[in-house]
């Protein structure tokens, strides 16, 4: 406590030259030298940190801050796309989905008109060929009819000559195998 | 115990060791100004000057290595820097505003750093404690002692330049943000509006209120420089007399400061924060009404 009590008894009284402010700048040693000094030291130092401490890195931190805010634009921007694309696939995969089954329906649709359109043309050919067969038959068997009673004429005709012994006329012959043959159908 | 705390511990250890040996030495007292210790070119150069020459330069190659390669993924000292330089601009940018926070970070930068990185410095080992004695006829018994060392906020002659610094840069930017007449407006015009009889007695009161605040503006950096100087010079002051508790028992001179050094490492660093902070809110009350406006444009 010494130091304390020795430099408040040096201290001199206010009445002192210059009052109570020269007081003050006398004990703490205020002049001008040192103060101008001191502030050029201070602005000095401030400037040069303006220059190679603040000035830099305040560009960076903005630097930073712009890349961070683009990042963060980008990334909504991606986001974004990627919603828009997934709406864009949805959408997509559900017109293919539309499209595919009206397709198959269509195609469901074509392939029973088309196997109803063969099932009667078959139908038809099957009957075109029914009848064709049946007019050939019917032909065939008028055919052979008119063969058989060719051929029974002519044998009722040879067996009436040959058991009358007389020669038939066209008329004769004409007649017996009309008569032979209505008996033969009855 | 890790050995992530044996470092700051011995340190601790050492800067509690450094008065001991300064006692040995024979140091008589605290003066309450620097002292001159050499002369360059005419110029007196005192021990508080040096102290605040080497912390500037200190900082100043801090500075420099911080940002000499700076990238957009910081790594070491740029990564300190950012974060220390970063800090600071929020914290004013909430007192100050996003306007003026552009223009005057740099100096309120500089006035925390450095009152910072003073003080600190002022607990080193060998500052205050390192010197020569004087001899010969003339020289004061109880001021034979000079330390090479002193620390630099404990010298009125620092703390005056950076408040008388910060006083000027004050009107500028006041009268430069408000103009002239805003800036008078702005001490002397009644706040609020009065008619009639009530309009003529509130221009005499705020006029009287505008005196008032005149004197309260010229005493800002008087006060702005005893409250540093007076709570830094004290702080030295109870550790240096911490020392003398133990009387013979030099042996144990250390012990008694120990915990003070804690409370100067602490005080240090709330010192830097109040100049800085005073200063920006004298500065943002002048500019309170532009920078109102500013905030308005910026929504």
């Not at chain 2, 221009?203 to 503006?217: A, K, P």
Request: net charge negative; proline share 4%.
């Amino acid at each position: 406590m010494t130091p304390i009590l020795d430099l408040l008894a040096t201290t001199p009284a206010p009445e002192a030259e210059g009052g109570v402010v020269g007081e003050i700048f006398r004990t703490f040693k205020i002049h001008w030298p040192y103060f101008i000094s001191q502030c050029v030291s201070f602005l000095l130092v401030a400037i040069l940190l303006k220059k190679f401490a603040f000035g830099p890195i305040q560009q960076m931190l903005e630097q930073r801050k712009n890349r961070i805010a683009e990042g963060e634009e980008k990334l909504k921007r991606i986001e974004k796309q990627l919603a828009d694309s997934e709406a864009t696939t949805a959408a997509a995969i559900a017109k293919a989905n539309e499209d595919a089954a009206r397709l198959i329906q269509e195609a469901r649709d074509s392939a029973a008109a088309l196997s109803e359109a063969k099932a009667q043309e078959a139908i038809s050919q099957a009957q075109a060929i029914l009848a064709k067969a049946e007019a050939a038959a019917k032909a065939e068997r008028d055919q052979i009819a008119a063969e058989l009673k060719k051929e029974f004429g002519r044998l009722v005709t040879a067996t009436t000559a040959q058991i009358t012994g007389k020669v038939l006329t066209s008329d004769d012959q004409k007649r017996i195998n009309d008569e032979a043959l209505a008996k033969v159908e009855a | 115990m890790t050995r992530r705390y044996l470092l700051p511990i011995l340190s601790v250890w050492l800067l509690s060791l450094a008065p001991v040996f300064a006692g040995a030495e024979g140091h008589d007292h605290l003066p309450p100004h620097a002292e001159e210790i050499f002369n360059l070119f005419g110029l007196p150069i005192t021990n508080s000057m040096l102290m605040v020459w080497l912390v500037a330069g200190g900082i100043i190659l801090f500075a420099q290595a911080a940002t000499k390669k700076l990238s957009l993924i910081p790594v070491g000292l740029q990564n300190f820097a950012e974060w220390l330089v970063e800090s600071l601009y929020n914290f004013l940018e909430g007192i100050l505003g996003k306007h003026l926070v552009k223009r005057t970070f740099w100096f309120f930068a500089t006035i925390f750093v450095l009152i910072l990185f003073i003080n600190w410095s002022g607990l080193m080992p060998g500052v205050g404690t390192v010197g020569w004695e004087l001899s010969g006829p003339g020289v004061d018994p109880h001021d034979k002692f000079r330390p090479f060392f002193r620390g630099g906020n404990a010298d009125l002659n620092m703390t005056a330049a950076m408040a008388f610094t910060f006083a000027i840069l004050w009107f500028y930017w006041a009268i430069s943000e408000n103009g002239l007449k805003g800036f008078l407006a702005h001490i002397f015009a009644p706040k609020g509006k009065f008619k009639g009889i009530m309009a003529a007695f509130m221009l005499l009161v705020f006029l009287f209120v505008g005196v008032l605040e005149i004197v309260s503006i010229l005493f800002r950096p008087v006060a702005l420089s005893f409250r540093l100087y007076g709570n830094i010079f004290a702080g030295e002051n109870i550790l240096e007399n911490m020392m003398f508790v133990v009387g013979d028992k030099t042996w144990l001179a250390w012990l008694p400061p120990m915990p003070f050094y804690f409370l100067e490492l602490l005080v240090g660093l709330i010192q830097a924060l109040v100049f800085m902070l005073l200063t920006s809110v004298f500065l943002k009350l002048i500019c309170d009404h532009g920078d109102h406006h500013d905030e308005e444009h910026d929504h």
